[in-house]
């Protein structure tokens, strides 16, 4: 599962990228970096969001949960492991 240390999350995705998210600031504005680490230990830029970005994306996730676990209670999700996600989803292209 993910880790938080600094206000940075970091989590690997279904697709196996090592991905992070952490709050920048740049001239007192503050905007929330999703960032995936390449070959070599840099980083490249998935997503910058401001804060109604930010919104916008918490509601996808919450319905996407809401969606997920609501299946779970009802019997009808599987849970597939990680193997199963890559295989199905395949691997980053990047």
Do not use: C
């Not at 990228?17 to 970096?33: C, M, P, Q, Y």
């Not at 390449?38 to 809401?66: F, H, I, M, T, W």
């Amino acid at each position: 599962m993910g880790n938080q240390h600094d206000n940075i999350v970091h989590f690997t995705d279904v697709q196996r990228r090592e991905v992070f998210a952490e709050t920048i600031s740049k001239d007192g504005v503050e905007t929330l970096a999703i960032e995936k680490t390449v070959p070599g230990g840099a980083s490249k830029r998935l997503l910058l969001l401001n804060k109604y970005d930010a919104q916008k994306l918490k509601a996808a996730l919450d319905e996407y949960l809401n969606t997920i676990y609501s299946k779970e209670i009802s019997g009808m999700g599987g849970t597939l492991s990680p193997a199963d996600m890559v295989e199905l989803f395949g691997e980053d292209d990047d």
